[in-house]
């Protein structure tokens, strides 16, 4: 079992600059493959961000390749997302999510078998 709590959403210019935590708990986190996800209002669940189980390797959606950057503290538990240079459609509900079945980054929402309960995150323009 693993639990997973987001945190660091809210309210931000275009431009601007957000940091979206997301600390995990149970399963040894070292032990498992992170992502970020997001998902606007009407619109599919989308891959944003994934990390390996070291940290050693990351991808990322085109969209947000260059802005954004994921990156993980197996010491701390947590994963992180910097956004950077944000854009109105980045505004979305973000959730992290962990890929314990596979040794493997995984870019579809059904690889993952344990997710946060999402942050808000809102680019106006």
């Known amino acids: 079992q693993v639990q997973l709590v987001e945190s660091g959403g809210g309210l931000v210019q275009a431009g601007g600059s957000l940091r979206l935590s997301c600390a995990a708990s149970g399963r040894t986190f070292s032990s498992y493959a992170m992502g970020w996800f997001r998902q606007a209002p009407g619109k599919e669940r989308e891959f944003v961000a994934g990390i390996s189980r070291s940290g050693g390797a990351t991808y990322y959606a085109d969209s947000v390749k260059g802005r954004f950057t994921i990156s993980r503290d197996n010491a701390k538990n947590t994963v992180y997302l910097q956004m950077n240079s944000l854009k109105p459609e980045d505004t979305a509900v973000y959730y992290c999510?962990?890929?314990?079945?596979?040794?493997?980054?995984?870019?579809?929402?059904?690889?993952?078998?344990?997710w946060g309960q999402g942050t808000q995150v809102t680019v106006s323009s």
């Open positions: 999510a962990a890929d314990t079945g596979s040794i493997y980054v995984s870019r579809r929402v059904y690889e993952y078998d344990y």
